[in-house]
C-alpha cells in the first residue's frame, strides 16, 4: 500500500470514529479524575494508576467502536447531511469498518478485564447500548436525543465507580453536562432536517417542526443558564465558577439568533458555539483546584 493511500485510509478511519470526539472524551475523563473525582491523591498518582489507564483505554475502545457502528447504519443520511466527510469515509469499506468494530470492542473487553471482571461486565453493556442506539434507538423520537447523551457520559460512570466518590459536586457537574450535550444534540437535530426525513429518523424538528423544537430547545437552554448560575455560586468549582458564569451568558444570549433565524448556517454556527462551550469546559477543569476564597485565606 502506498503512503498516499495509507494517509487516506487513515484520514478516513480518524474521521469514521470522530477522532476529535474521542481525543475529547481522553481528555475530560484525565480531567475529571484529577479535579472532580480524586480525593486525596496527587496527580501524578492518579496519572500513573494503571487500572485508571486501562479503563480510559478501554471507554476510548469503545466509544471509536460506537462510532463506527453509528457510521455504517448512517451511510446514506451522511452523504446528505455530512457531505464532504462521507466522501472521505468511502475510502474504507462497510467489511473493513465492521472488522475494525469487532476489533475494537474485544481489545476493550480485554483491556477491561485486566482491571477486574466487574469493569469488563460493565463495558460489554456500553457496548451493547452503543451497537443497539445505531440499531432501533436513533430514529425513535425524544429516545434518540436522551440515549445518545446517555451513550456520551456513560463511559463516566466507569470512573465514579472505580473512585466510589458520592461528593455532591460531581452529581451537580453531572446534570450541567447532561443538559448541554441534550443542548447540542437537538440543535444538530435543526441542522440536518432534510436528511432526516428523507431517511425517516424521527427527530423532534421532523416530528413537530422547527418551531416547537425551538421552544423545547429555549426551555433546556433556560434551565442550563440557571444551572450554570447555581454553578457560579458554588465554592466548590474554583475558578471555574468563571466558566459558568459565560456558560449562562451563552446559553441565555443564544436564544435570540436561535428564534430570529431559519438558516441552517445559523443552527450549524450555535451548534459549533455549544461543542466549543463543551471543549473549554474540559480544559477549565483544572481551576477547580485553585479556589478563590481559599486565595483569600492565605492573603
Not at 472505580?162 to 457537574?173: K, M, P, V
Not at 421552544?215 to 466558566?243: A, R
Request: aromatic share 18%; net charge positive; charged share 10%.
Amino acid at each position: 500500500m502506498s503512503l498516499r493511500k495509507l494517509f487516506v485510509k487513515t484520514l478516513a478511519l480518524f474521521t469514521v470514529i470522530r477522532g476529535y470526539n474521542i481525543a475529547l472524551l481522553i481528555l475530560a475523563q484525565y480531567m475529571a479524575s484529577l479535579f472532580i473525582f480524586n480525593e486525596g491523591k496527587s496527580h501524578l498518582q492518579i496519572l500513573l494508576d494503571p487500572n485508571l489507564s486501562f479503563i480510559i483505554l478501554a471507554s476510548t475502545l469503545s466509544a471509536a467502536a460506537g462510532y463506527i457502528i453509528n457510521n455504517f447504519y448512517d451511510l446514506e443520511k451522511d452523504a446528505i447531511h455530512r457531505p464532504l466527510q462521507n466522501y472521505i469515509e468511502r475510502f474504507i469499506s462497510q467489511n473493513f469498518k465492521l472488522n475494525t468494530y469487532l476489533a475494537l470492542n474485544i481489545f476493550a473487553l480485554g483491556i477491561a478485564l485486566m482491571v477486574s471482571w466487574r469493569v469488563a461486565i460493565f463495558f460489554a453493556i456500553y457496548q451493547f447500548l452503543a451497537w443497539f442506539y445505531s440499531h432501533k434507538i436513533n430514529k425513535i423520537v425524544w429516545l434518540n436525543n436522551l440515549y445518545a447523551v446517555t451513550l456520551k457520559i456513560f463511559p463516566f460512570f466507569a470512573l465514579f465507580l472505580y473512585y466510589g466518590n458520592l461528593s455532591h459536586i460531581i452529581f451537580f457537574h453531572a446534570g450541567f453536562l447532561l443538559l448541554l450535550l441534550l443542548i447540542t444534540d437537538i440543535i444538530k437535530d435543526l441542522t440536518s432536517t432534510t436528511a432526516d426525513t428523507i431517511y425517516n429518523y424521527s427527530t423532534l424538528p421532523v416530528m413537530y417542526g422547527d418551531k416547537k423544537t425551538k421552544q423545547i430547545l429555549s426551555v433546556l437552554m433556560i434551565s442550563c443558564g440557571i444551572w450554570s448560575i447555581f454553578m457560579w455560586t458554588d465554592s466548590h468549582t474554583g475558578y471555574m465558577k468563571y466558566y459558568f458564569l459565560l456558560s449562562a451568558i451563552l446559553n441565555f444570549l443564544l436564544i435570540f439568533p436561535l428564534w430570529n433565524s431559519h438558516s441552517k448556517t445559523t443552527y450549524k454556527i450555535i451548534h459549533l458555539i455549544f461543542k466549543l462551550l463543551i471543549a473549554f469546559g474540559i480544559f477549565n477543569m483544572v481551576f477547580i483546584d485553585i479556589n478563590p476564597l481559599d486565595l483569600q485565606k492565605i492573603i
